[in-house]
């Protein structure tokens, strides 16, 4: 079979590329370059771990299967906001329900606690609610790292 893909071709490649994003991001959590990276990364998992098997066997199609994750990670909702506006400038069909997103300049650094102002990538609801960016992409992290632990043996 030939690869279009420079012979990254499997979720499992895609989760390490995942995992490299992750901790590039890690290193500096208020850059947004690597924000969108990691964002993007995480979300296109769904794409990689549904063609690699699950299409097969139990959802019609990719719709359905993204449906399936959103309750176990609801931060997946909000990865397919941030990636799809950052590649579209605009979204058609939101999922989380977000209203604004920006850098957050703190008083402290983020070597401080969040109990202090620090700076961080703020993600704003509709609600009012304001998320930090680095704590959705670890409730991701998370979901993906039980996911590939869970599946070892199949080819996701």
Request: with cysteine; net charge neutral.
């Amino acid at each position: 079979m030939s690869s279009l893909t420079l012979g990254k071709d499997s979720a499992k490649d895609k989760y390490e590329d995942f995992l490299k994003d992750y901790s590039e991001y890690k290193k500096n959590g208020d850059s947004i370059e690597k924000a969108l990276i990691v964002a993007n990364s995480a979300w296109h998992l769904t794409e990689w771990v549904y063609n690699d098997n699950v299409k097969a066997t139990y959802y019609q199609n990719i719709g359905e299967f993204r449906e399936s994750l959103y309750p176990k990670c609801p931060s997946l909702k909000i990865m397919h906001d941030i990636t799809t506006a950052s590649k579209h400038k605009t979204l058609k069909r939101p999922k989380a329900n977000l209203h604004n997103t920006r850098r957050h300049k703190g008083n402290f650094s983020r070597d401080f606690s969040k109990d202090f102002d620090i700076s961080y990538l703020e993600i704003e609801l509709k609600s009012g609610e304001k998320l930090d960016f680095e704590d959705e992409i670890d409730k991701l992290k998370i979901f993906w790292d039980d996911f590939f632990k869970a599946n070892q043996n199949s080819n996701a």
